[in-house]
């Protein structure tokens, strides 16, 4: 099982908490579950309030989480990705920023980090 760490720069003391978390969880879900407090709204990828930044715990190498239809949408209407990162991301099948939104990514086999909030 992998552990994911939820960090927020903006808690003035910097907590950070590490919890595990499954394959078939959605990192919102993971976060409503250790009360982590990120903002959401529709819970179905649609009005990008539960934006977060996802890193690999050494934060160097690009995770193969690609982006689902939801995000691809939302991301780029927020500006957040370009059409060159989609088509990047077609090809090679890895995730093409740090942007995500919680609600729609899920756990892999892999340590992350989530900063929240990301505005
Ligand atoms: Fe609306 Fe995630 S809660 S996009």
Same mark, same amino acid.
């Given at each position: 099982m992998a552990n994911i760490t939820f960090s927020s720069p903006l808690h003035k003391d910097k907590t950070v908490y590490a919890v595990a978390g499954s394959h078939k969880q959605t990192i919102l879900e993971i976060a409503k579950e250790n009360h982590i407090p990120?903002?959401?709204g529709c819970g179905n990828g649609e009005c990008g309030t539960c934006l977060v930044k996802v890193f690999s715990i050494d934060r160097k190498k +690009?995770?193969?989480h690609p982006l689902t239809e939801h995000e691809t949408k939302v991301l780029?209407?927020?500006g957040k990705i370009t059409q060159a990162q989609i088509?990047?991301?077609r090809v090679d099948d890895l995730m093409p920023t740090e942007? +995500?939104?919680a609600c729609q990514m899920v756990m892999r086999d892999e340590d992350i980090i989530v900063e929240y909030p990301s505005r």
């Open positions: 990120i903002d959401f +690009r995770m193969a780029k209407e927020m088509d990047q991301m942007w +995500r939104l």
